[in-house]
């Protein structure tokens, strides 16, 4: 791979740039992440009825929910590079996967130039560190994995993972 391949580099310079997206046309866009957030045992039976965990702080899936759609509307202005976007719709989903983890996920949709993967990744990024956030008063031993982009559609190429 070479500085040219990169989308994020003037290709005079070399220095880092936005991608212009001022020629391309309007699409539909569509991104899912997702997370694991490994709780452990002990913090897992504390969910009520295998769906919401109530902490002194409050219910803690709910806020990292909300948490999750306010981080996807504030992607660039955390990743230097992307781009403002005026997201059609953001949904975030927290399930118990087996005794010991939960799996977020973060859809993201956009009519426009460019894609919306970032932003899920981002809402899902978020919400899991807000759990951390929530429950790092029972256990530092809370472990964040697999930030990955699951299935994004819309633009040059389509991806599922």
Do not use: W
């Not at 955390?78 to 997201?87: A, D, E, F, Q, V």
């Amino acid at each position: 791979m070479t500085k040219k391949d990169f989308t994020h580099l003037d290709k005079a310079t070399g220095n880092p740039a936005m991608v212009d997206v001022g020629e391309k046309k309007l699409t539909q866009r569509f991104a899912k992440a997702s997370c694991k957030v490994v709780l452990g045992k002990e913090i897992m039976q504390s969910l009520n009825d295998n769906s919401e965990l109530i902490t002194k702080k409050g219910p803690v899936f709910q806020t990292a929910i909300i948490a999750g759609t306010m981080g996807a509307k504030k992607t660039a202005e955390l990743i230097p590079l992307c781009h403002p976007l005026g997201m059609d719709d953001c949904k975030v989903t927290i399930e118990a996967i087996g005794e010991e983890e939960i799996l977020i996920t973060c859809t993201t949709k956009v009519t426009g130039k460019t894609g919306v993967e970032m932003e899920a990744m981002t809402g899902a990024s978020v919400a899991a560190l807000t759990i951390y956030d929530m429950c790092k008063g029972f256990s530092h031993d809370i472990l964040i994995k697999e930030v990955k982009l699951e299935e994004k559609t819309g633009g040059k190429r389509d991806f599922k993972r």
